[in-house]
Every structure is written in structure tokens, then in C-alpha cells.
């Protein structure tokens, strides 16, 4: 005796070989129906009926097998959230109508599963707690702060607190959706070879490739000065910040497959080398920090790789040529005060803008959601919150900070078991340990847990971490 019921196996079987079928013929119907509109209708048109050909497609895959839809969010992730709100779509950026388009398909699929009889697919895990007290209190409390103030929530303070809940929606996708070894591998893949194009968009920004910077003014920073493309890499991201962040993030990934052997050798060399590039061409402090911690850090938790640090220190030379345009032009910017301009336009801002709007309650319960200010001058419009901790007071007060501290303390002690597999759970671990880390450091700079694609990516690593079904012993 097996202990297996064979009927239900092959009860199983019969389902899925009936939903790969009613799959293919819907895919092959929405092709059918694409390919006559191109027959009989302008071009308009049929990019319109395409459009909605696609959208339904990628919805029911979503329904079939959420994985597809964390798949392609991951893969275009950095190519379509520098796209502002307005630009491709009215009121959101594209890639958060395809998140939302991805989870309501992941929805229905999973409610007709419930329906099925299927099993609840999320466990608990010691970051559950103080993931979403980070939720509430970065959301909830912030509007409820504001009315019990006798203030009435702006449609830009509600907008403030999104964000946040957007992470924690792709978390819940990625923890929920991806279950078994290779579908982690995919994700694996689908953050690193986004992240080298990216790169190689910055690199070829800096270096003033005509097309690409063509491509980004058209696209992506339509109203970007003149010649502010070519100082830094803010690439299809809109932000040099954002784009280091992103490219550091895949670097570390690249990295702890390598000693792991996760991926095949000349996948990441190639990568690597391109991934190395881009780090100086993003041109902000604030990546060459961060590089210099995760490099620090990688050193520390792999003996090994100091004897290739030697090994690779004679390429040095080349990464330092491709961005030299972009380092010249950054330590061109100190001023006599020995720190770059742009931090000294910081610090103005924060003395001058921010830190006197703090009354002693507001270090309690915070100002606003909203960290963003109308400018006074008539040379910007806006003034950003440029400090990430006084971001996390500003919106909520101490609670808030609290929240960020605990959810990082909470993180970190979650992952260090996983860090010493050798598997690409391992992989994933000890990236997400790292990152955390670097982002602990850099969010004295910047609020980056909330900025376009490093929220993201790291939201991801962590429900790779903390999945449902243990990668390590999945069929």
C-alpha cells in the first residue's frame, strides 16, 4: 500500500490537462479574433482590439496560474514604472495597472480554487505580525492622525498611503504564487536580467547614446532639463536613485548565485560585468554607498570571494572608464563646504521647509501623509522629503518609525537561518539580508523603502523568503 488514492490523482491529472486545454483554446481564439481585426480594421483599431486581446490573456493566465502574472510583472517592472501617471495611462503608472490587472486574476483563480475545495494557501510566518502593523501603521493611522486633528484628508494625503499598500499586495502575489524551486529560479532571473538592462541603459545614457536618450525624453522624462540625462543614470526608472538601487539589489543576487551556483557561470559573468558598469553610471553617492556595504558585507558572510575580489581587481580599470564621465561630473559638484551641492540643497530644504513644521506633537503622531510640499519658488514646483527616517516622523510620528524598525529587526532575524543554504533559497535569503542592511543605511539619505522598483524588489525577496511551501523540499 502507497498510501496514495489513485483516483484522486488521476482525478487531478484529468483537471489539469482540461485547464491547460481550455488555456490554449482561449489564447488561440484571442489570436484568431487579433489576426482578422488586422484584416478589416485600421491600425487604431486594431491596437486597441490587440490591447484588450492581451489584457484578457494575461488575465486568464492569472486565473490559471498567478506565477505568470508574478513572471511578468517582475520582467517589466523596471522598463515601465519610470513612466509617470499621465503619460500611457490616465491617473496611474503602468506598472500599477498591470499589478492591479495581475491580482484581480490571481483573485478569481484563487476563489474558484477555494470554491474547489482547495486548501487556504498562505501559513503564518514571525514577519506576518509586524508586516502588517507596518501596514496599518503607515496607512491607518496617518488618516486617522489627520482627522483626530479636525483635519479632512486631501485626495493627496489618501494617495500618500498607496504605495505601501501596493508593496504589500505584490508580496502577497509573489508569497502565494511561487512555490516550487524552478519558479523561484525564474523570479531569480526576472530580477537580474531586468536590472542589466537597465544598466546598460544607464550606461549608454551617461556615454550620451543618442536613441536611448531620445527614447527616455519622449517616454519616460519628458521634462527633464536640458542635459540632465546626461549627468546620471535615471534610465526607463525617471530616477538615478531608483536605478541604483535596483541595479546594487541584482548585483548582490548576481553575486550569491554565483557562490551557490544557481545560475550558469557565463549567465553571470555576463550580467556581472554589466550590472558592475552601471553602478558607477547611475552617478548618485547614495549607490556608490551602498555598493561599498553590500561589498563589505559580501566579503564578511563569503571568505571566498576575497580571493576573486584579487582575482578581478586588474578589470577594475574598466568599469571605472565606462563611468568616468559620470564620476568627473559628480565630484565636480562639491562645493567649498566639501559636500556635493545637491546635499547642501538637502539640508536647506529640511531646515527650512520641513523640521520647522514639527510642533512637539507632531514627533508623536506625525504632520501628513503626504511628504511632498508645494514650492514657494517659482523655479520648482515641489519640494520632496529628501531624509528618509524624518519621512517616517513626518507621515506618522514615532509609531511609524517604530513600525519600520521592528519590521527590520523582524526581517533580518527571519532570513539569517536561510542565509547558509546552498540553493537559491539561500540566494535569495542572503540578498534580502544585505539589502535590508544597505537599505537601514541609505534611508538616513532617502526614503528607498518606498521608491519605484527597490520597494518592489525587496517586497519580493522577502515573500520568496517566506512562502508558503518550503522551496527546499517542494516536488
Same mark, same amino acid.
Given at each position: 500500500?502507497?498510501?496514495?488514492d489513485l483516483?484522486?490523482a488521476?482525478d487531478?491529472r ?6 491547460? @486545454?481550455?488555456? &490554449?483554446w482561449? /489564447?488561440g *481564439? ?7 481585426? %488586422?484584416t478589416?480594421?485600421? +491600425? ?10 492581451g ?12 506565477v505568470?502574472?508574478?513572471y511578468?510583472?517582475?520582467a517589466?517592472?523596471?522598463i515601465?514604472?519610470g513612466i509617470?501617471?499621465g503619460?500611457?495611462l490616465?491617473l ?6 498591470l499589478?492591479?490587472?495581475?491580482l484581480l ?12 475545495g482547495d ?18 501603521? @503607515?496607512?491607518? &493611522?496617518?488618516? /486617522?492622525? *489627520? ?5 479632512v484628508p486631501? %485626495?493627496g494625503?489618501?494617495? +500618500?498611503?498607496l504605495?505601501i499598500c501596493?508593496l ?14 524552478e ?7 526576472l530580477?537580474i536580467w531586468p536590472?542589466?538592462v537597465v ?5 549608454l545614457?551617461t556615454?550620451?547614446f543618442?536613441?536611448?536618450i ?5 517616454t519616460?522624462s519628458p521634462?527633464a532639463n536640458?542635459g540632465?540625462l546626461?549627468?546620471r543614470?535615471?534610465t526607463?526608472?525617471?530616477?538615478p ?7 546594487i ?5 548576481t ?6 551556483r544557481? *545560475? ?5 559573468v555576463?550580467a556581472?560585468?554589466?550590472l558592475?558598469?552601471?553602478v ?16 563589505a ?7 571566498d570571494?576575497?580571493r576573486w575580489a584579487w582575482?578581478?581587481?586588474p578589470?577594475?580599470p574598466v568599469?571605472l572608464?565606462?563611468g568616468?564621465?559620470?564620476?568627473m561630473g559628480?565630484?565636480?559638484?562639491f562645493?567649498e ?5 545637491s ?12 523640521i520647522?513644521?514639527f510642533?512637539?506633537?507632531?514627533w ?11 514650492a ?8 520632496y522629503l529628501?531624509?528618509?527616517y524624518?519621512?517616517f516622523l513626518?507621515i506618522?510620528?514615532?509609531?511609524v518609525?517604530?513600525?519600520f524598525?521592528w519590521?527590520?529587526?523582524?526581517v533580518?532575524?527571519s ?7 546552498p ?6 535569503a ?5 539589502s535590508?542592511i544597505?537599505l537601514?543605511?541609505?534611508t ?12 518592489d524588489l525587496l ?11 518550503d522551496?527546499?523540499r517542494?516536488?
Amino acid at each position: 500500500m502507497t498510501g496514495v488514492d489513485l483516483t484522486d490523482a488521476r482525478d487531478g491529472r484529468r483537471l489539469l490537462l482540461r485547464n491547460r @486545454s481550455a488555456a &490554449w483554446w482561449a /489564447a488561440g *481564439l484571442i489570436a484568431s479574433v487579433s489576426a482578422f481585426a %488586422s484584416t478589416r480594421f485600421d +491600425a487604431q483599431t486594431v491596437m486597441i482590439v490587440g490591447g484588450a486581446a492581451g489584457i484578457l490573456l494575461l488575465f486568464l493566465a492569472c486565473v490559471w496560474k498567478p506565477v505568470i502574472g508574478t513572471y511578468a510583472y517582475l520582467a517589466t517592472l523596471p522598463i515601465i514604472a519610470g513612466i509617470d501617471r499621465g503619460n500611457l495611462l490616465p491617473l496611474v503608472r503602468p506598472n500599477e495597472a498591470l499589478l492591479a490587472l495581475i491580482l484581480l486574476g490571481a483573485l478569481f483563480g484563487a476563489y474558484l480554487r477555494l470554491c474547489r475545495g482547495d486548501a487556504w494557501p498562505l501559513r503564518s510566518h514571525p514577519t506576518d505580525l509586524p508586516l502588517a502593523a507596518f501596514l496599518l501603521l @503607515s496607512t491607518v &493611522w496617518p488618516i /486617522a492622525s *489627520l482627522m483626530l486633528r479636525g483635519h479632512v484628508p486631501t %485626495s493627496g494625503e489618501l494617495a +500618500a498611503v498607496l504605495p505601501i499598500c501596493k508593496l504589500v499586495a505584490l508580496y502577497l502575489l509573489v508569497r502565494c504564487s511561487v512555490v516550487r524551486d524552478e519558479q523561484v529560479v525564474w523570479c531569480v532571473r526576472l530580477i537580474i536580467w531586468p536590472a542589466t538592462v537597465v544598466a546598460l541603459i544607464a550606461i549608454l545614457q551617461t556615454l550620451e547614446f543618442g536613441p536611448v536618450i531620445h527614447a527616455l525624453e519622449s517616454t519616460w522624462s519628458p521634462d527633464a532639463n536640458d542635459g540632465a540625462l546626461e549627468s546620471r543614470g535615471s534610465t526607463t526608472l525617471a530616477s538615478p536613485i531608483a536605478t541604483g538601487d535596483v541595479i546594487i539589489i541584482a548585483s548582490v543576487l548576481t553575486v550569491a548565485c554565483g557562490v551557490r551556483r544557481v *545560475l550558469p557561470r557565463r549567465e553571470l559573468v555576463v550580467a556581472g560585468a554589466v550590472l558592475s558598469c552601471g553602478v558607477l553610471a547611475a552617478g548618485q553617492f547614495s549607490t556608490w554607498i551602498s555598493a561599498a556595504v553590500a561589498v563589505a558585507l559580501l566579503l564578511w558572510s563569503v571568505p571566498d570571494l576575497r580571493r576573486w575580489a584579487w582575482r578581478l581587481l586588474p578589470l577594475a580599470p574598466v568599469p571605472l572608464l565606462i563611468g568616468a564621465p559620470v564620476l568627473m561630473g559628480r565630484f565636480a559638484d562639491f562645493g567649498e563646504t566639501g559636500v556635493p551641492v545637491s546635499w547642501q540643497g538637502r539640508w536647506d530644504n529640511l531646515s527650512n521647509a520641513y523640521i520647522p513644521a514639527f510642533e512637539p506633537v507632531n514627533w508623536l503622531i506625525g504632520v501628513t501623509p503626504d511628504p511632498v510640499l508645494v514650492a514657494p519658488e517659482t523655479w520648482r514646483d515641489v519640494i520632496y522629503l529628501e531624509a528618509g527616517y524624518l519621512a517616517f516622523l513626518w507621515i506618522g510620528g514615532i509609531p511609524v518609525l517604530a513600525g519600520f524598525l521592528w519590521l527590520s529587526a523582524a526581517v533580518l532575524r527571519s532570513v539569517r537561518p536561510q542565509v547558509e543554504q546552498p540553493d537559491s533559497a539561500g540566494a535569495v535569503a542572503m540578498t534580502l539580508h544585505i539589502s535590508w542592511i544597505f537599505l537601514l543605511v541609505l534611508t538616513v539619505l532617502d526614503p528607498h523603502l518606498t521608491l519605484r522598483g527597490t520597494g518592489d524588489l525587496l517586497y519580493t525577496l522577502l515573500a520568496l523568503t517566506t512562502g508558503r511551501v518550503d522551496v527546499r523540499r517542494s516536488p
